[in-house]
């Protein structure tokens, strides 16, 4: 890096930053990465390779069952509707507790 008295060089660190976001961001594993944590979170601890590739899925092409969200790459409201819509996330495990109830919703932990 240049020094901090060069004209462009605030510019460059910038546009380094950028470039690395953008790498990072269109990664061949951020759409697992991100599916696995966001399932982990709202869902289940412990998904099925299916259930993760079926999130993953919808965060590269932007829709879920059918439904076209943005349909574009990142596409966050495809990536939670897949989350949260998916056979597996509503499947009761034997000693799993109920995170929502009819007529009330419930917190698994504290904020």
């Known amino acids: 890096m240049?020094?901090?008295?060069?004209?462009?060089?605030?510019?460059q660190v910038?546009?380094?930053?950028?470039?690395?976001?953008?790498?990072?961001?269109?990664?061949?594993n951020t759409p697992v990465f991100v599916g696995k944590r966001?399932?982990?979170?709202?869902?289940?601890?412990?998904p099925s390779g299916?259930?993760?590739r079926?999130?993953?899925?919808?965060?590269k092409s932007?829709?879920?069952?059918?439904?076209?969200?943005n349909g574009i790459y990142g596409d966050l409201a495809a990536t939670i509707a897949a989350v949260l819509l998916h056979p597996e996330a509503r499947i009761q495990k034997a000693g799993q507790a109920t995170t929502i109830e009819i007529g009330r919703a419930s917190c698994r932990e504290r904020v």
Request: glycine share 6%.
């Open 2 to 11: 240049r020094s901090k008295d060069d004209a462009n060089a605030e510019l």
């Open 14 to 28: 910038h546009a380094e930053v950028s470039n690395l976001i953008d790498h990072l961001f269109h990664h061949s």
């Open 38 to 46: 966001l399932i982990q979170r709202f869902a289940t601890s412990n």
């Open 50 to 52: 299916r259930y993760i």
């Open 54 to 59: 079926a999130v993953g899925d919808a965060f």
């Open 62 to 69: 932007g829709t879920y069952d059918g439904v076209v969200y």
